[in-house]
T-cell receptor
Framework: AQSVTQLGSHVSVSEGALVLLRCNYSSSVPPYLFWYVQYPNQGLQLLLKYTTGATLVKGINGFEAEFKKSETSFHLTKPSAHMSDAAEYFCAVSVSNAGGTSYGKLTFGQGTILTVHP | GAGVSQSPSNKVTEKGKDVELRCDPISGHTALYWYRQSLGQGLEFLIYFQGNSAPDKSGLPSDRFSAERTGGSVSTLTIQRTQQEDSAVYLC??????????????FGPGTRLTVL
């Protein structure tokens, strides 16, 4: 079974400051990793994903994340926060099934609410 | 094209009543998922459909919960004899399913269920 831990249920930064949202995962097989964002009263939107290949992945809105197998981490960063980044962020993991295909069931972390101050 | 849609957007019901929640996936997406988002439990997987079959129902919390999918398209999640702990936002997602790798899940806006 896999699990996800997001460190910090709330993160507050100033506009223009670095955003760092932490995610650690547990999986017995190579994982697929994702970050989703949820704005108030909206569904989830995919920010970025890691499946295979390059461990530094870039997503929408200037976000990026690095898969570090040795640390079982997939932290989300953005060099300069914008007011519009205020939202809740979810890290998620999925694994392929034994047949090599993946039906994509997601296991989510508890979420991190990002607040951006002017 | 249109995204995933869900109806109703909000549902208020009395304890003990049955409710039906509907999901219209993106056309052509064979995989469909239901998740539940609640304050105490976060985001939890409920059930997965591939076509009209549900090979994974492991997340359904009790036998009061059931779901079906018809025509490889629309899905309905039914909660019988609702309880206050069923109050949550129910999210539906759909995706293509390939032979390798992972296909992005597209989420609907959710149905907010409140059980009084």
């Amino acid at each position: 079974a896999q699990s996800v831990t997001q460190l910090g249920s709330h993160v507050s930064v100033s506009e223009g400051a670095l955003v760092l949202l932490r995610c650690n995962y547990s999986s017995s097989v190579p994982p697929y990793l994702f970050w989703y964002v949820q704005y108030p009263n909206q569904g989830l939107q995919l920010l970025l994903k890691y499946t295979t290949g390059a461990t530094l992945v870039k997503g929408i809105n200037g976000f990026e994340a690095e898969f570090k197998k040795s640390e079982t981490s997939f932290h989300l960063t953005k060099p300069s926060a914008h007011m519009s980044d205020a939202a809740e962020y979810f890290c998620a993991v999925s694994v392929s099934n034994a047949g090599g295909t993946s039906y994509g069931k997601l296991t989510f972390g508890q979420g991190t609410i990002l607040t951006v101050h002017p | 094209g249109a995204g995933v849609s869900q109806s109703p957007s909000n549902k208020v019901t009395e304890k003990g009543k049955d409710v039906e929640l509907r999901c219209d996936p993106i056309s052509g997406h064979t995989a469909l998922y239901w998740y539940r988002q609640s304050l105490g439990q976060g985001l939890e997987f409920l059930i997965y459909f591939q076509g009209n079959s549900a090979p994974d129902k492991s997340g359904l919390p009790s036998d009061r919960f059931s779901a079906e999918r018809t025509g490889g398209s629309v899905s309905t999640l039914t909660i019988q004899r609702t309880q206050q702990e069923d109050s949550a936002v129910y999210l539906c997602a759909s995706s293509l399913v390939g032979l390798a790798g992972f296909n992005e899940q597209f989420f609907g806006p959710g149905t907010r269920l409140t059980v009084l």
